[in-house]
C-alpha cells in the first residue's frame, strides 16, 4: 500500500459543504482522522452523518470542499480513491437472489482480490458466517445480512473502513466480534469512521470521537484512549485479525 504509505492521515477533508436543494446538510466541514485509528462519529438524527459517510467514500459529490484517501484527491482520482474505502452504509448492497458465498466471489472479481477464495473463507469465519455461506441472502436475518455487509466491506482489505451504524440490528455476540474486528482493523495500521447513537460503544471504540450537529463538526477526545500516538501508515496488506 505504497500510495497510503506516502501520506499523513488517512482521511483528511477540507471544506467539505453539501446541500439538498435550499438546505445545507454539511456546512464546510474539516475532518482529519491519522493512520490507525479509529474514529467514531455522533449526532442527532438528520445532522448529516450518513451525508458524511457517502461523501468520504466517494458515492456523493460535494458542493465544495476537498477529500483525500490515503493522500489521494476524490475529486481527481475518485475511482482510485474509492477502491481504498470499505463502506457499510444502511443498504447493505448485496444481492438478494446470490449466497454468501456468491456475493463475495462477485466483489472479490470487482475489486481484483488475490487468491480470492481463501480470502473469503476468511471473511466468513471472522464474521461467524461460514455454516450461512451457501444460503441465498434474502434468507438470512437482518442481523446475518448486516454481518455479511461487513464481510463485503473488508474482503478487499482497503486502507480505510466507514460504517454507518454498522452495529444496528447485530446481537451482542456480533457486536463484540466487530469491536475486536476493529481493534485488530487499527492495530494493522489502517483507520475506521463509523457512526453510532449508542455511547458506549463509541467510548469504549474510539481513538478520537467526534460530534455533528446541524452540518458543522466539533471534535472531543475520550479520556480513556491516548490518542497521542499516531501510527504509521500500512506498508503491506495484513489480514485484519
Known amino acids: 500500500m505504497s500510495q497510503a504509505s506516502a501520506s499523513p492521515s488517512a482521511i483528511a477533508a477540507v471544506g467539505l459543504r453539501k446541500d439538498y436543494g435550499d438546505r445545507s446538510v454539511l456546512r464546510g466541514v474539516d475532518l482529519s482522522v491519522s493512520w490507525g485509528q479509529t474514529a ?9 452523518k450518513t451525508t458524511l459517510l457517502r461523501t468520504l467514500a466517494g458515492l456523493s459529490r460535494p458542493d465544495a470542499g476537498e477529500i483525500q484517501i490515503a493522500g489521494i484527491r476524490m475529486r481527481r482520482s475518485g475511482g482510485r480513491a474509492r477502491t481504498l474505502v470499505g463502506f457499510v452504509g444502511h443498504q447493505t448492497l448485496l444481492y438478494n437472489d446470490l449466497t454468501c458465498r456468491e456475493n463475495l466471489a462477485f466483489y472479490a472479481k470487482l475489486y481484483g482480490v488475490d487468491r480470492p477464495q481463501t480470502r473469503i473463507d476468511s471473511v466468513l469465519s471472522r464474521l461467524n458466517l461460514t455454516d ?14 448486516k454481518r455479511l455487509s461487513v464481510a463485503r466491506a473488508v474482503l478487499h482489505e482497503p486502507a480505510v473502513l466507514l460504517l454507518d451504524e454498522a452495529e444496528s440490528g447485530l446481537d451482542a455476540d ?47 477526545t475520550p479520556a480513556h484512549r491516548d490518542t497521542a500516538v499516531t501510527r504509521a501508515a500500512p506498508t503491506s496488506d495484513p489480514e485484519p485479525g
Open 132 to 145: 450461512r455461506a451457501d444460503r441465498r441472502v434474502r434468507t438470512l436475518s437482518h442481523g446475518m445480512q
Open 40 to 48: 467514531v462519529l455522533f449526532g442527532p438524527n438528520g445532522a448529516g
Open 174 to 220: 456480533s457486536v463484540a466480534s466487530l469491536g475486536e474486528l476493529l481493534r485488530d482493523w487499527s492495530d494493522s495500521g489502517r483507520t475506521a469512521l463509523l457512526t453510532t447513537h449508542s455511547a458506549e460503544i463509541g467510548q469504549a471504540w474510539a481513538d478520537l470521537v467526534f460530534r455533528l450537529e446541524r452540518g458543522r463538526l466539533a471534535e472531543e
